[in-house]
């Protein structure tokens, strides 16, 4: 015969799900101080390798703290990070494009026609298209 008799209430699972999400949440939390704390550039070797293993060996002090300190900037080094991966890319894509018929490599009229054909299609702005054309000039 199969006993029915649940004893875990509707309120338990609740509080268990809550639970759930607040340490997924502090996990998230923990990778992101870590990340930003080895990718921080005005921090030392000495620096990082402190706050790591503050945030490791007492994690809910060390995670505050590093929030209260330094928490403000968190968010211009992601946004600065993300602006030097995007400015990469774009001159990846520069160096990369090469219109259809014509031979990469090119002369450098060839790259100003291109960089010319890229300023006219609104690719990249006036000013990168004047800072790729020194670059080809020199």
Not at 45 to 56: E, Q
Request: glycine content about 8%; cysteine-free.
């Amino acid at each position: 015969m199969v006993d029915t008799d649940y004893s875990y209430p509707l309120l338990s699972v609740f509080w268990t799900l809550l639970w759930f999400f607040l340490f997924m949440l502090w996990f998230y939390l923990l990778f992101a101080v870590v990340s930003d704390i080895l990718l921080s550039h005005d921090l030392s070797g000495w620096a990082k390798a402190g706050w790591v293993v503050l945030a490791i060996v007492l994690p809910l002090f060390g995670i505050l703290v590093y929030l209260i300190v330094r928490g403000g900037g968190m968010h211009e080094r992601a946004m600065e990070r993300a602006a030097q991966q995007e400015q990469a890319l774009r001159e990846r894509v520069l160096r990369n494009h090469v219109p259809p018929g014509a031979a990469p490599g090119g002369s450098p009229a060839d790259e100003l026609g291109r960089l010319a054909e890229l300023r006219d299609r609104g690719a990249i702005s006036d000013e990168e298209y004047q800072r790729l054309k020194a670059k080809v000039l020199t």
